[in-house]
């Protein structure tokens, strides 16, 4: 059968025939049927959250699963986040050293190598000027902390007794910070030296973990590397199954919520990290200029928990301004004047800037999501919560849209604020006039006046 020159047309779509929300070539169905999946896929993770919290077994079978391939893991979100940077680099190689000399069709495994080995240098001198610059000041102020804490905690007891002058509160005060040593040490012999176990064995068991850990970051480097060079191999692999196993018409659908949840997650992750690396930079800076104490092991904190949007920078304030609170009481008020100066500037100025609007959110939603996420799944729920519901929020907001436009009625928002009601012949919105408004505002302040007048 020949092929006429209007099929592969039909076949290839480019960006411009590809139909729009709202459009009579859309269908709702496949929308119904990723939004149903979505919501299936979330209470099917709660569910075997819960289930693998409660039997104890499965869980370890998980973990054990997750450890064995914690290199290919950590590969593929290494391969993730350095995506971009490759294709940067490619894209700047590809037009200065091979477009203009017209040898780029020959040379594209190349250029491929060129922009992956770029985008791993970058990240491994990253590591290593990271490495160089805090893990020995953090050793000596972790050291430092550890030796002091008794002296620390004796001034502290001090400073407060001189500041309270009162007998009976003096008491309870010294009476708690004894309860509190106590409860460190013990919770110290009990966790951290594994009920008693002699300091060789722990000292052994650590050297191990870390070997393990650094070995699997070694392999993750490679998987990342192999993963990069053939990327559009295993993209074409994923593409292949979703149409195996889906319709076209819910396939392109799912192609298309793939792309937007790429999307929100690499510009919110990629966003993020270089917002925390930045105000972890600043507040190191800051610190050593104002000479507040543990400078280096609190910026790591600081700039960790920043990737959390609004709860991260006093979740890692809280505990640092208890460490500096046990040097000097009064620095810890400046240390945390300095926190809230850094995050009003990363607020409005730094965090804007970088990461913009990437996940389509309003601050409730963001703040929502979080809680959320955050009281089911901790900390990682935190982290995750935000692009995660980002996606559940686009896919609800695509199927209302749908609704509306197919009923005749606009989607944007802004047209139903001020709605008072729609016209049920024209489905035209409708808005009350200020007359109607004085009317009625006239009729409740009569009916009022009647009820008292009773």
Known sequence: MKITEQEPEKQNWTEEKRPQPGKNAWDIRPYLAVGLTVVLVVLVCLAIFFFIFRFQGFADGIAQVIDSIQAVIIGFILAYLLNPVMRFFERIYTKKLFAKNGRLKNRRRLIRSLAVA??????????????????????VSIQELVLTMGDKMDALISWVQRLVNNSELEGQIESLAEEGFAALETWLSEQILDNGTDLMTQLTTGVVSVVKTIFNIIVGMIVAVYVLMTKERFVGQAKKVIYAIFRPKAGNVIMEVLRKADEVFIGYFIGYIIDSM???????????IIGLPYAPLISVIVGATNIIPY??????????????????????????????????????????KIVGDSTGLS??????????????????????????????????????????????????????VKLDHVDAETNEIKERTQEEKSVLQSVKHRKKKNKEEK
Do not use: E
């Open 363 to 416: 601050p409730f939603w963001v703040v929502f999501a979080i809680l959320f996420m955050g009281g089911c799944f901790g900390i990682v729920g935190m982290v995750f919560g935000v692009p995660v519901f980002a996606m559940i929020y686009y896919l609800v907001k695509r199927i209302v849209d749908h609704f509306l436009l197919r009923k005749k009625l606009p989607a944007d928002t802004r047209k139903y």
């Open 118 to 139: 770029t985008a791993m240098a970058i990240f491994l001198t990253l590591i290593f000027v990271l490495v160089m610059l805090l893990v020995p000041q953090l050793v």
């Open 278 to 288: 930045i105000v972890g930079c600043i507040c190191f800076v800051v610190m050593s």
């Open 311 to 352: 709860f991260g920078p006093y979740i890692g304030a809280i505990p640092s301004a208890i460490l500096i609170f046990l040097v000097n009481p009064i620095q810890a008020i400046y240390f945390l004047i300095m926190i809230l100066v850094i995050q009003q500037v990363d607020g409005n100025v730094i965090a804007p």
